[in-house]
């Protein structure tokens, strides 16, 4: 029986629709789960397999688990690689993409756990070779699309329970909930076992902990209930505990004035010093999405109850932040403009205190008329007027976003295509930092030079991000156009990880090559586009409650 059956507080599919009004949830009595999914026992992980068998099987091929047959949404050929639906013959890409996804799998105890960075043959492998929370992502959609979860619920499981471990850097000790960055097996061919090693940021460069990972694991656990309607997996204390905790380390009370979460340079994808310390975009959003999906996912018993209150609270305060301070357009950039300083109130106009001499001159040029986006940060006298491609789309899928923003946010897309999109989707943020700044701000980052890496490169991995949210947004074509710019040269350059040059022409200077999520996000990306109904697994449907009362606000900019 799964942790959960026989209460009234378990989850259920209706729970996990789109169109979910968190307003409600505080007195909503859940509806109990009719369908019940037999769930793989993992609950008790010892960290050395009595099986011996290779870290890495090079050939996926396995027999079907029971969650496949209750969920295979597309036709299967003989290798597994989905058949377009539509009964055309999928792209010759599209097929390489899969056998190289599936070469990418890791086991543990015969077991497929998730997949690693980067199936790169040069010496410098760095952690290349590891699980990253965050990279397996777009690899577990393509898994649950593909009507393979097995890998997913595994690697949720195994991933929570490293997040058990006692984490210290020097003699400091981590968050009970901070979860890895990556992982790794290692086999040891003389005692016929295997072991895991993860990393919480005590060997990353720069030594930060990954923030975003809690969030993508909160994410993706929805994800996972939502493709296969097997809520037994979130219902199970242990995940429960584990939401639990990363929640508790982001919902604290502090010094804070603002809702929106205070990081340190380096804990998201761009893992290294860019100076997007302070709140960076990336985060905030997916602040936002992991709290809409904990509130779907969270048993309402007494502990839950509490969490739940706060994230209600916090979602309330946290959107409207958002959608009032965080949002640019070309109104809201002339208010800047006019902004007058040292405003000592709580009716000053220009709250943060942000100086107009500040704004950088590319703003004004790269601003559409027709358009808008969310700012990279916003913080005292601080503002990052960069654009940063994961943070608008995770706004848009969260539905952080409102309808008409998340429109401009495409018609941005759109009317800066070449500078976003250019010869390779998709910007991980524009502009670069150049000469001085990037001085100051990179602290001399070789990687990150000006237009490279994360300073203004472009990451293939962002194409499923786009997908998703033009999809969501309803305009699916500009998806498909991006898609075959990819396709243009992204396998021939053997999936590089990303790409350098103002307009993404170059193979990146230190790009891995076969990089993971390069390959999974292109697939990812096309799955949608073909069924546009496995978006449900990523986005969430506007509170329609929060939309009256935040456009009531006299705050309200856009
Ligand atoms: C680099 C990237 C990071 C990614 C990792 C593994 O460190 O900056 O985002 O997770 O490589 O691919």
Known sequence: MSAASGQNTSLSNGDLDNDFDFFKLQDKPKLLNLERHKSLDERSFAEVSPHGRSSRVENGQRQKSFDECISSPSKMTSSNTPRSQNGLEPHPMFIEAWESLRKTMVYFRSQPVGTIAALDNSDEKLNYDQVFVRDFVPSALAFLMNGEPEIVKN??????????????????????GVMPASFKVLHDPVRNTETIMADFGESAI??????????????????YTKSTGDASLAEMPECQKGMRLILALCLSEGFDTFPTLLCADGCSMIDRRMGVYGYPIEIQALFFMALRCALLLLKQDVQGKELINRIVKRLHALSFHMRSYFWLDMKHLNDIYRYKT?????????????????????????MPTQGGYFLGNVGPSNMDFRWFCLGNCVAILSSLATPEQSTAIMDLIESRWDELVGNMPVKVCYPAIESHDWRIITGCDPKNTRWSYHNGGSWPVLLWLVTAACIKVGRPQIARRAIEVAELRLAKDGWPEYYDGKNGRYIGKQARKHQTWSIAGYLVAKMMLEDPSHLGMISLEEDKQMKTIIKRSSSWTC
């Open 206 to 223: 720069g030594r930060v902990a990954p923030v975003d990972s809690g969030f993508w694991w909160i994410i993706l656990l929805r994800a």
């Open 155 to 176: 690697f949720l499981l195994k991933t929570l329970r490293l997040q058990s471990w006692e984490k210290k850097i020097d003699r400091f000790q981590l968050g009970e």
């Open 342 to 366: 040292e405003e000592y109130s709580h009716t000053a106009v220009n709250k943060f205190n942000v100086m107009p001499d500040s704004l950088p001159e590319w703003v004004f040029d790269f």
